[in-house]
């Protein structure tokens, strides 16, 4: 019997915008089957008007999410939801492969259904998401290098730094 199978999984990806969370998570999500949660579809209003959800109700819906899965993966960009559970994690992966790459993929990236209405409405956005991309390592919010860096140094259970477009090896 493999006892792999039997541990709880409770992993959280974070880092920059374009740094290969999404991709990383639907990995571990589809190789382990895991519940897989992007925070930025409990953060946000909606996708057309940046404006954040208040705090006590993306809680709300996270603690739900949490009750309703006994493993999962969260990916995401808030180190202020993240270290509010990273407690519950059993595994913590920072992807910080640099600006630059963080850039390129977000010019290659496919069309996000669940966030953007058309392959158009989310090139309409790229500019901007460039433009918030490179101020990563200046922004003091939390969602930046900083809040990030400090998330990471500061969990004591298994963490993974990645630092370039790497990807996890599931071997079966």
């Given at each position: 019997?493999?006892?792999?199978?039997l541990?709880?999984k409770?992993?959280?990806?974070?880092?920059?915008?374009?740094?290969?969370?999404?991709?990383?998570?639907?990995?571990?999500?589809?190789?382990?089957?895991?519940?897989?949660?992007?925070?930025?579809?409990?953060t946000?209003?909606?996708?057309a008007?940046?404006?954040r959800?208040?705090?006590?109700?993306?809680?709300?819906?996270?603690?739900?999410?949490?009750?309703?899965?006994?493993?999962?993966?969260?990916?995401?960009?808030?180190?202020?939801l993240?270290?509010?559970i990273?407690?519950n994690?059993?595994?913590?992966?920072?992807?910080?492969?640099?600006?630059?790459?963080?850039i390129?993929?977000?010019?290659?990236?496919?069309?996000?259904?669940?966030?953007?209405?058309?392959?158009?409405?989310?090139?309409?956005n790229?500019?901007?998401?460039?433009?918030?991309?490179?101020?990563?390592?200046?922004?003091?919010?939390?969602?930046?290098?900083?809040?990030?860096?400090?998330?990471?140094?500061?969990?004591?259970?298994?963490?993974?730094?990645?630092?370039s477009?790497?990807?996890?090896?599931?071997?079966?």
């Open positions: 019997m493999n006892t792999e199978n541990i709880m409770k992993i959280i990806i974070f880092g920059n915008s374009g740094s290969g969370k999404s991709i990383l998570a639907k990995q571990y999500a589809e190789h382990l089957l895991l519940a897989h949660l992007d925070l930025d579809s409990l946000w209003q909606d996708t008007s940046p404006q959800r208040e705090l006590v109700d993306t809680f709300k819906d996270l603690n739900k999410f949490l009750s309703l899965h006994d493993n999962w993966v969260i990916e995401g960009v808030y180190a202020d993240i270290s509010a990273a407690s994690a059993t595994k913590m992966i920072f992807v910080n492969p640099g600006v630059d790459i963080c390129t993929n977000s010019k290659n990236r496919p069309w996000e259904p669940h966030k953007y209405e058309s392959k158009q409405a989310q090139d309409n790229l500019q901007m998401l460039i433009d918030w991309i490179k101020q990563y390592p200046e922004r003091n919010d939390e969602m930046s290098l900083s809040a990030h860096r400090k998330l990471f140094d500061a969990y004591l259970g298994e963490k993974i730094e990645y630092t477009n790497q990807r996890e090896s599931f071997d079966d």
